[in-house]
């Protein structure tokens, strides 16, 4: 199956600790995105890649770091530094010559 | 970064209604997109536009692309409880390369 898989569903962090939220797609896209999403409200981007080993801050980088070093796969790590990571987190890729990102199933991270 | 302005918020609807909802920008788009997210889901791409007036059907959805490219709106005919979610609308602007900007989102419930 194509498609793009994100690991965990559910992730949880204890306070001070970094987590990394897997993406992977074989869709052979180019371009790949993260994004969080808080109750009630709309995506906000937080790190984009249009090709490998090249990556961009978004709207709420912040506290947040990414790699780009396989086409396949753009992991998250959220960091300590973010103080507020409850959120439902979305991957996304498409590739360099459409206008439509396709979606991951999420990642729930919640904090202990 | 720009949220697009996206009505209504939320929407109570009976079984067999239509429904409608509209997203809404001071800025030009070249691309809108209508993706549906189900509870604890990715979203999942509804429909596709490319050209300013281009109106496309996806079964009983039909989305079209504002003439003056700051507008797009989204119908559901004839609903039924499956249609049930968070409708997203996403622009993608010209200055913008990759990036999406998404409006908050319309929650849908339909009452059978």
């Known amino acids: 199956d194509g498609g793009i898989t994100q690991s965990p569903k559910y992730l949880f962090r204890k306070e001070g600790q970094n987590v990394t939220l897997s993406c992977e797609q074989n869709l052979n896209h180019d371009a790949m995105y993260w994004y969080r999403q808080d109750p009630g409200q709309g995506l906000r981007l937080i790190y984009y890649s249009q090709i490998v080993n090249d990556f961009q801050k978004g709207d709420i980088a912040e506290g947040y770091s990414v790699s780009r070093e396989k086409k396949e796969s753009f992991p998250l790590t959220v960091t300590s530094a973010q103080k507020n990571p409850t959120a439902f987190y979305l991957c996304?890729?498409?590739?360099?010559?459409?206008?439509?990102?396709?979606f991951g199933p999420g990642t729930r991270l919640l904090v202990l | 970064g720009q949220q697009l302005n996206q009505s209504p918020q939320s929407m109570f609807i009976q079984e067999g209604e239509d429904v409608s909802m509209n997203c809404t920008s001071s800025?030009?788009?070249?691309?809108w997109l209508w993706y549906k997210q189900d509870p604890g889901e990715g979203p999942v791409l509804l429909i596709a536009l490319y050209k300013a007036g281009e109106l496309t059907s996806n079964g009983r959805l039909t989305a079209q692309f504002g003439i003056t490219r700051k507008d797009s709106f989204l119908n559901i005919s004839a609903s039924i409880p499956s249609d049930v979610g968070i409708y997203f609308c996403a622009g993608q602007r010209e200055t913008s390369g990759s990036r999406l900007t998404f409006g908050e989102g319309t929650q849908l419930t339909v009452n059978p």
């Open positions: 800025s030009i788009f070249n691309t």
């Open positions: 996304a890729s498409r590739t360099t010559s459409g206008g439509t990102q396709y």
